[in-house]
């Protein structure tokens, strides 16, 4: 007798969020689970990301990926277990990382699945650090950002999945100095602890003096920028001649309703000679495979660690991506389906 599921629950898009995005924007729905075709996989998703990327997928603009469709499942990064296939490369019982997230059961092309290690760390790291957000760590700083040893590196958001990582990543590589920004007392002493060397808490008082006082006459040489705005108006006037900025995120301004607040001393690049580079991570994956070695060894040896916060049930996924734009979580945010 079959166990192949006859339906399962999704998380899909009810409306396109104005401003920030609320419980009504989803609806958790039971859909038919398709049957499998020859080369597919039926995966039983056992933990869902949620990213601050997602939140631009929201809106119907044009933008490096497609927009989430209304009335239709999200996506985004997932581990599970392959329960049955008819696809060469994968077996029942294999676990794999996909992107077919948001939902208990997802039918896909075994070739769009990963199969990962969890002799090296358990399965929800491959949503972390052994995954996207790592990648976007170490590339970011190491190719985007040019980091040679003896930099002094600030990163903002940087209790976050990726900014926590940036942070040990230059430690680990020599960094002579690595300053960090989070929200809050307790986020400023978990950074402290994975060994930054300075921290403080942006709701303090203006981000450039506390990053002038953080950097005091080293300046800084990389900035890692998660947060954009304000954030990034202080790095570019505390940041040395030749300095870089490896631009990957911007959520200070990803709710704004209206015009956004950029930076309003850019003119200061030109004297300070300073790069500015954005970056997609997923236009690097020649660098992947060195990423794996790397950030393989330093798990191994205790190098670096790093957080997961945990939320419960899939119908829980929307309120988990709410708290994650409010910065409720500390490293990565996972949802256990």
């Known amino acids: 007798m079959s166990t192949y599921p006859e339906t399962g629950r999704e998380i899909q898009l009810a409306s396109r969020p104005e401003g920030w995005p609320a419980d009504e924007n989803f609806r958790l729905a039971e859909v038919p689970v398709p049957e499998l075709q020859d080369g597919q996989v039926l995966v039983r998703n056992l933990h869902m990301s949620v990213d601050p990327y997602m ?63 969890t002799d090296l760390a358990p399965a929800s790291a491959y949503l972390g650090v052994l995954g996207m957000p790592g990648q976007t760590a170490y590339i970011g700083l190491t190719k985007v950002g040019e980091f040679k040893e003896g930099d002094v590196v600030f990163v903002s958001g940087a209790a976050g999945a990726v900014g926590s990582l940036v942070g040990q990543i230059a430690k680990a590589l020599g960094a002579k100095k690595v300053i960090g920004s989070a929200g809050s007392a307790e986020k400023v002493q978990r950074l402290l602890d994975l060994g930054f060397d300075e921290a403080f808490n942006y709701h303090e008082g203006p981000v450039k003096d506390a990053l002038k006082k953080a950097a005091g006459a080293d300046g800084i040489d990389v900035y890692f920028d998660n947060v954009g705005g304000e954030h990034l108006e202080a790095a570019l006037s505390v940041m040395n001649k030749g300095g870089r900025v490896a631009m990957c995120g911007a959520i200070s301004q990803y709710n704004d309703k209206g015009a956004a607040t950029g930076p309003r001393n850019l003119a200061i690049a030109i004297g300070k000679e300073i790069t500015l580079r954005g970056f997609i991570v997923g236009s690097y994956s020649q660098y992947v495979d060195e990423f794996n070695t790397v950030m393989g060894g330093w798990l191994r040896d205790g190098v670096v660690s790093y957080d997961e916060t945990f939320v419960d049930g899939l119908e829980n996924a929307p309120q988990a991506f709410i708290d994650l734009m409010k910065g409720a979580n500390k490293g990565k945010m996972v949802v256990n389906l």
């Open 55 to 117: 939140r631009g997928r929201m809106n119907d603009v044009k933008s490096y990926v497609p927009p989430f469709k209304l009335d239709a499942a999200l996506e985004g990064g997932a581990v599970g277990e392959v329960v049955e296939s008819r696809s060469d490369d994968r077996k029942p019982g294999d676990i794999v990382l996909h992107g077919l997230g948001w939902r208990d059961y997802a039918v896909l092309d075994g070739r769009r699945t990963k199969v990962i290690d």
